[in-house]
């Protein structure tokens, strides 16, 4: 074949320009054509590789934060296709430039050509393997399925767009077309990938929610006959809680895997997919009504390029995102006057019979200071208490898991602090049980500390605790309520009230909540966010 019958077969095929015919005999420090005609294919090139790249990116994350808008879709999908678009083109420039400078390196077969193809197409795939992995829990099976399905369609894509791109810069060496070039590529593809892109969209559109006021679940209850009070205390383990004299039962540690989820589900009694309650950072897209937070540790994209762009924002988890009542709120809400203090996702409000202190008063009056952060704590829990006398009251303290576990102390200050918590919270348990509260505490190990959980009881438990899910049907029991069929716990003690199926979806919890900017600064000074 003649080099002439070679270029007009790359003109048909949509590979080759005027200028590009060029291209090795300009040069590359002075020739402002070299410059465009590399910038133009590479472009090319790169606008496919980011739109097949983004198609895993976005169904995984569809799989791991559903629901998402339409809008939100799109503005992820728009992150991620820019990402790979920016990385696609800088790739193929570099290997551009190396076969520019290096003539030993000519694609002078196919075997050539193709070998460096696949090689480039391992570099770009090999990026969404390792943010695939990152994820804190494993993936379902659709989502393996389906993430695998499409990250073997990209790297086969890069692979035909590669080559075509490195076929362009080297039809001097090459002298024919391979087969896998023998048919134009161009339109099919983009064509294809506007085909799955759009795809994306249909779980967004499939699963719109609908947010119409619900009345609450009506339930037989019982008198609750004692008054009772829920403390729980991250970074408290069974081997540390002996070391204070706190006789307690061993539990297995939860599976959840941040903060924010586990005691969630602690204070539901329902699992993560239920709550929805995930990470304790997240990233809400602009103008998007949820706040994305089941992202992988790698995920520079969003946490990163997003934010610069001004698609997204990160920002900690408002009290809107939970979808699920803690039970407190369902006593609450049938006429138990009921007190919460310092959780995570709730806010200062006073609504008929509950009264809930949020985290971020405490944490900005504590400053960066963990220990203020239980006596802040305490002392609003205790002046509630003795202000409005409720039946239930819990406390969230999380000292013990800062100074253990975020906080980059040296380990005497580290000891002294600890023992600090440690004291502060046998303090607690005696100032209950002094204000007539039967006591129930709950520790667990926080985020990549060892040993196991305990729970602590003043009262008899009919039943040995096996997880922290027992606690939400417990506190049910003693308030008189009917545990739901979503508890995958136990009661712990005698329970005559039969389970209901649910009580239903959390009121309000779409909106696109607020956290203000000195909440924010806290807890990345503390070491939640990073």
């Known amino acids: ?315 900690p988890l408002p009290p809107t995102v939970r979808r699920r009542d803690f039970v407190w709120e369902i006593f609450a809400a049938r006429g138990v006057p009921s007190l919460s203090v310092d959780w995570w996702t709730t806010d200062d409000i006073r609504r008929g019979a509950l009264e809930e202190i949020g985290q971020q008063s405490i944490f900005a009056a504590a400053g960066n200071d963990p220990i203020e952060l239980d006596r802040g704590a305490l002392k609003r829990a205790a002046n509630a208490i003795d202000r409005s006398h409720p039946l239930f009251a819990t406390v969230y303290l999380p000292a013990l898991d800062v100074i253990l576990n975020r906080m980059p102390l040296d380990r005497s200050t580290q000891l002294a602090a600890s023992v600090r918590a440690l004291d502060g919270v046998v303090t607690a348990i005696a100032d209950m049980r002094r204000r007539g509260y039967d006591v129930i505490l709950l520790g667990l190990p926080g985020d990549g500390q060892g040993g196991r959980g305990v729970i602590i009881s003043t009262i008899p438990l009919a039943h040995a605790p096996a997880s922290a899910y027992d606690v939400a049907p417990t506190l049910c029991a003693l308030m008189g309520f009917p545990a739901s069929a979503e508890m995958p716990g136990i009661p712990l003690v005698a329970a005559d009230l039969p389970r209901i199926a649910s009580y239903g979806a959390r009121a309000g919890a779409v909106g696109a909540g607020k956290v203000n900017e000195e909440y924010y600064r806290n807890l990345k000074s503390l070491g939640y966010i990073r």
């Open 1 to 315: 074949m003649s080099l002439d019958d070679l270029r007009q077969q790359l003109r048909d095929r949509g590979y080759l320009s005027h200028g590009i015919e060029r291209w090795f005999a300009l040069d590359p420090w002075s020739s402002r054509t070299f410059w465009l005609e590399l910038t133009i294919v590479a472009a090319k090139a790169a606008l496919l590789i980011g739109a097949f790249a983004m198609l895993p990116l976005v169904a995984i994350m569809i799989f791991r934060n559903h629901p998402l808008t339409g809008w939100e879709t799109l503005l992820m999908g728009v992150s991620y296709g820019g990402t790979a678009l920016v990385a696609g083109f800088v790739l193929l420039v570099a290997i551009a430039l190396i076969l520019k400078l290096r003539p030993s390196l000519a694609l002078d077969t196919p075997r050539a050509l193709l070998g460096i193809s696949f090689a480039a197409s391992a570099l770009l795939t090999a990026p969404i393997a390792i943010w695939w992995s990152q994820f804190g829990s494993a993936p379902p099976l659709a989502e393996l399925i389906v993430g695998l399905v499409l990250i073997v369609t990209f790297f086969l894509i890069a692979t035909v767009v590669i080559s075509a791109a490195l076929l362009s810069f080297s039809i001097y060496e090459l002298k024919r077309v391979p087969a896998i070039h023998q048919r134009p590529r161009g339109v099919p593809m983009s064509i294809a990938a506007a085909v799955l892109i759009a795809l994306l969209f249909l779980p967004a559109y499939a699963s719109q929610e609908r947010t119409a006021a619900q009345e609450p679940v009506q339930v037989v209850t019982a008198p609750a006959k004692r008054r009772v009070a829920f403390i729980a205390v991250d970074g408290l383990t069974y081997e540390l809680a002996a070391t204070r004299g706190m006789q307690g039962a061993a539990i297995a540690p939860m599976s959840e895997r941040s903060t924010t989820e586990r005691w969630a589900s602690v204070g539901t009694g329902v699992p993560a997919p239920l709550h929805g309650v995930r990470a304790v950072e997240g990233v809400r897209f602009r103008g998007g009504r949820h706040l994305v937070q089941s992202l992988s540790n790698s995920d520079y994209a969003l946490h990163d390029f997003a934010p610069w762009l001004g698609l997204a924002r990160r920002e």
